[in-house]
């Protein structure tokens, strides 16, 4: 399996600004993906993240809430800008990593509340 | 837009008792994937099934795939403390190279 590092694991900030979320990769993938876990929730996705091109955004998340970077095939970025409480969430990128490639796998989330 | 419904939401039973969580949807999935997850970590892969009909087994756990691939159910035989989890199932349309669509989860507890 995949094995990905996010960083931070968790952080407290303030309402209003920015936070940058990296998730690191121990193989090249094509696509990397971004969710959200609002506390006590299933995940919702976020957005798909492919390097060379803008990332593909789900229903109700926009580039300028969320943008993302995707620099090489091993590492993403995710920002939560001009936070909110309501941004107060577990963020979480995967992969479909080996040997089948058919197989999601997730980094261990970065816990974000928003005061 | 695809939907997954995941029940029980909340699951509380005692050690040694069996149980059973349910996946369904109206839509047909590629292959569906049941995840665990614990307190401040990431959801962990417990098992993929991607043919109608299939039956995975996992030890005590028993995953199995509806014959038409919209459904999916998590049978656990004789459950232990150590079951206590987050149940997620998750699908998968398309080619496979897209986001998975989640149900909602299971909180389940065992109590010893």
């Known amino acids: 399996s995949a094995v990905i590092s996010q960083k931070p694991s968790r952080d407290i900030c303030q309402r209003g600004t920015s936070l940058t979320i990296q998730c690191q990769v121990d193989s090249q993938v094509t696509m990397m993906f971004w969710y959200r876990q609002q506390p006590g929730q299933s995940l919702t996705l976020i957005a798909t993240a492919n390097q060379g091109s803008e990332a593909t955004y789900e229903s109700g998340f926009v580039i300028d809430k969320f943008p993302i970077s995707r620099p090489n095939l091993t590492f993403s970025t995710l920002t939560v800008s001009n936070m909110s409480p309501e941004d107060s969430s577990i963020y979480l990128c995967?992969?479909?990593?080996?040997?089948?490639?058919?197989?999601?796998?997730f980094g261990p989330g970065t816990r974000l509340t928003v005061l | 837009t695809q939907l997954l419904e995941q029940s029980p939401q909340f699951l509380s039973i005692q050690e040694g008792e069996n149980l059973t969580v349910y996946c369904n949807s109206s839509s047909v999935f590629s292959s569906l994937q049941w995840y665990r997850q614990e307190p401040g970590e990431g959801p962990v892969l417990l098992v993929t099934v991607v043919t109608g009909g299939e039956v995975k087994k996992l030890k005590r756990l028993t995953f199995q795939f509806g014959d038409a691939r919209k459904d999916s159910s998590l049978h656990i035989t004789a459950a232990q403390p150590g079951d206590t989890g987050l149940y997620l199932c998750a699908g998968v349309s398309g080619g496979g190279a897209d986001g998975l669509t989640f149900g909602k989860g299971t909180h389940l507890i065992i109590q010893p």
């Open positions: 995967s992969v479909y990593g080996p040997p089948s490639y058919n197989e999601q796998f």
